[in-house]
């Protein structure tokens, strides 16, 4: 295993494909990679890992937490590395009365950031601010998608997609889970009744399928 910190590419690969490994004193492992990177020069990577120290899990929630592009290490590191993640941010956390735009940015900063959270987020910023409306929306595809935009939700109740008008005009998807969120989160709580721990929502099908069947009454 390497001491510290890495920087390699595979014989031929181009430039674009180097990665930059960086080991931690807890076993974890933080991997830095490019955008467009070789997915075979990647599992090659991860294999190779593996067989050196069997014991690793990925947490795509601490490489988002932590900004690398890849996080893996034992499970009982990634749970204390979790627990140390979220008790700095619950100690920083600005009250409920706190000005909208300085709890957004604080889930910007210790949040679980996803790409409809991001969306929620993007058009609460827009309604308060006038920042412009997100480009891209995009909207829950599983219960991790959803419980997400819950975690932002909690910190930042103004970012619940029922009082979000231009992002249900401009979303027929958002417009249906806004008339059917009540429901679809009491469904959740119901299944998964710890969902705001990691990987709280593993195991939630009834949840996916409502879910699922709310996005499809929107088309």
């Avoid at 076993?27 to 020069?41: K, Q, Y």
């Amino acid at each position: 295993m390497m001491s510290d910190c890495v920087t390699f590419q595979g014989n031929g690969e181009p430039a674009p494909n180097r990665f930059t490994v960086h080991e931690m004193p807890d076993g974890c492992i933080g991997i830095e990679a490019p955008n467009g990177v070789s997915m075979r020069l990647l599992n090659a990577l991860m294999r190779g890992l593996s067989e050196e120290e069997e014991d690793l899990n990925l947490s795509m929630d601490l490489a988002a937490r932590t900004g690398w592009t890849f996080f893996i290490g034992p499970p009982d590191a990634l749970a204390a590395r979790t627990r140390a993640l979220d008790e700095d941010a619950k100690a920083s956390a600005p009250g409920p009365e706190a000005p909208v735009m300085e709890r957004l940015r604080h889930w910007g900063a210790h949040g679980e950031p996803g790409l409809s959270a991001n969306t929620l987020a993007g058009a609460l910023k827009d309604q308060v601010m006038g920042s412009g409306f997100p480009e891209a929306i995009h909207y829950p595809h599983d219960p991790a998608d959803l419980r997400r935009c819950r975690l932002l939700i909690d910190q930042v109740p103004e970012a619940a997609p029922e009082g979000l008008h231009l992002l249900r005009a401009a979303s027929p998807q958002w417009d249906a889970l806004a008339r059917g969120w009540e429901a679809l989160c009491a469904r959740m709580d119901q299944e998964c009744p710890q969902w705001r721990a990691p990987e709280g929502e593993a195991a939630a099908p009834l949840t996916y399928r409502h879910l699922k069947a709310v996005i499809e009454g929107a088309d």
